[in-house]
């Protein structure tokens, strides 16, 4: 469960480097036990042979109950592979440390055999080519990855081949205040659904004591994710070649019609009142739905359980899918989270059978279904959601139904499945710059086009690290 935003500024400075060293040939070379190198999936009979007990090493982001869930895995696979395999959770920070220190891990030729890597840093994983395709494993082994839910599989795939095993799934929602909405005479049961509803339910909702606002209508991070949700939503593109899909991104496209929409939306809701700005910092945003001075608010899956319990006592907590950018709207919402990906060079047979034998297991529905219950990320396998202890979860918390449709109805599409890009982490801060801005005052259309034109030197400067 994501708490607060994970801390995503890695410069590009450092990813590039990392890439030149892989380009010249500096990235990791072979240990002496390797039997093959690069990015084959070996044979099942590397492991079968193997002598003693293979160590795999798994590098993590997860802390708090989060960990605590990873601990559980791992220890629930070790125990299931005594005297043969060996799995080893290690935590290295916060999103953006754990691919910082990948990144060196990969320049020192010493990489983990697992790393769980945040959505956004997908493409710097792929064209690094340090990792195994989960897709290799499954055709060598004629294993089916039709249980791994299609939106999600979407996102980590690219010309139809899975890159990595979905891990920690998140899905953005609308979130409401009940009471607050029967007290204005609105319907708890009939959110809005675009953003002039929430714009004109706002109006109602906000209230106003001695010419104090003692709750607004509505509250929401200047968050570059809810940008990229919402051009989902309109069924376009975030940036070009089909999202960087089909080829290289070259730029980014939220200064168009639709980003700019989304400015234009996020400072009237602040100048008339009905939001108040708290900023880039999600955990601010947060404690204010939580205080109940905010009758709606944006934010993942991932916080369902911390409002749940923030609330109790004071207001009821519902869910709703989260908002089209406009009634017109057909596209839809784009999964978070992370994944775990398989590295190739430097590691030997045995050691990546054993790591794709972990990943099988963390993906299988029984984990998946002790993962979702145990943390409230969305299971990757949707053959969790069948089980009866997820099913009693589920139960106990309906609100999180709301993200198990709304990832059912969302059709895999190039807009759904998000933009890949190299500099992801940097495109998403310069979107939140231009919000910002707006929010404080600058014309909208000018904003998003200073924050796009900011981020494309660095995307045309990875680029050409990547086809050196």
């Known amino acids: 469960m994501r708490s607060v935003r994970q801390r995503r500024t890695v410069t590009a400075a450092s990813l590039l480097a990392v890439l030149t060293l892989v380009a010249a040939g500096c990235g990791g070379g072979d240990s002496e036990n390797a039997e093959s190198s690069g990015q084959e999936a070996p044979d099942a009979s590397a492991l079968d042979t193997a002598s003693g007990v293979t160590k795999v090493t798994f590098w993590h982001g997860m802390k708090g109950a989060n960990g605590e869930a990873v601990d559980q895995l791992v220890k629930a696979f070790n125990a299931k592979n005594t005297g043969k395999i060996e799995v080893q959770a290690v ?10 220190k990948y990144k060196t891990s990969v320049q020192q030729g010493n990489t983990p055999s697992v790393v769980q890597i945040y959505d956004i840093g997908s493409r710097f994983m792929i064209d690094s080519k340090q990792t195994v395709p989960i897709q290799s494993f499954a055709d060598k082994d004629g294993y089916t990855l039709d249980s791994i839910e299609p939106n999600i599989a979407n996102y980590y795939s690219i010309d139809n081949k899975l890159n990595s095993m979905p891990f920690n799934t998140s899905m953005p929602l609308l979130y409401i205040n009940k009471e607050a909405f029967v007290k204005a005479g609105l319907d708890p049961e009939k959110p809005p659904s675009n953003l002039d509803e929430i714009m004109a339910a706002a109006k109602k909702l906000t209230v106003k004591q001695g010419g104090k606002t003692v709750q607004y209508g509505f509250n929401a991070a200047i968050y570059g994710w809810f940008v990229e949700q919402l051009i989902a939503q309109s069924g376009t593109t975030y940036c070009d070649n089909e999202n960087g899909r089909k080829d290289l991104a070259t730029q980014v496209n939220f200064a168009d019609e639709q980003g700019v929409k989304i400015a234009t939306w996020y400072q009237q809701m602040v100048k008339q009142g009905l939001m108040p700005n708290t900023g880039k910092k999600t955990d601010d945003a947060q404690a204010v739905f939580k205080s109940g001075t905010s009758a709606m608010h944006l934010e993942s899956t991932g916080s369902l359980r911390g409002y749940l319990d923030a609330a109790k006592g004071k207001f009821t907590v519902l869910t709703a899918p989260f908002p089209k950018l406009t009634a017109a709207d057909t596209g839809g919402p784009i999964i978070g989270g992370a994944s775990m990906w398989i590295d190739g060079p430097g590691h030997s047979d045995a050691e990546k059978r054993a790591s794709w034998e972990f990943v099988k297991f963390a993906s299988s529905p029984e984990q998946q279904a002790a993962w979702h219950t145990g943390t409230g990320y969305f299971p990757i396998n949707k053959k969790a959601l069948d ?33 890949i890009l190299g500099v992801m982490p940097q495109a998403r801060k310069a979107a939140e710059d231009g919000l910002e801005k707006a ?8 904003a998003m086009k200073a924050a796009a034109d900011s981020i494309k030197p660095q995307i045309d400067q990875y680029n050409k690290t990547v086809k050196k």
């Open 91 to 100: 935590y290295q920070g916060d999103y953006d440390e754990t691919i910082t």
């Open 439 to 446: 929010v404080l005052g600058t014309d909208p259309a000018q």
């Open 387 to 419: 089980l009866p202890e997820d099913k009693a979860w589920v139960a106990k918390y309906p609100q999180f139904t709301t993200a198990i449709t709304q990832l059912h109805n969302t059709k895999p599409t190039n807009p759904s499945s998000g933009c």
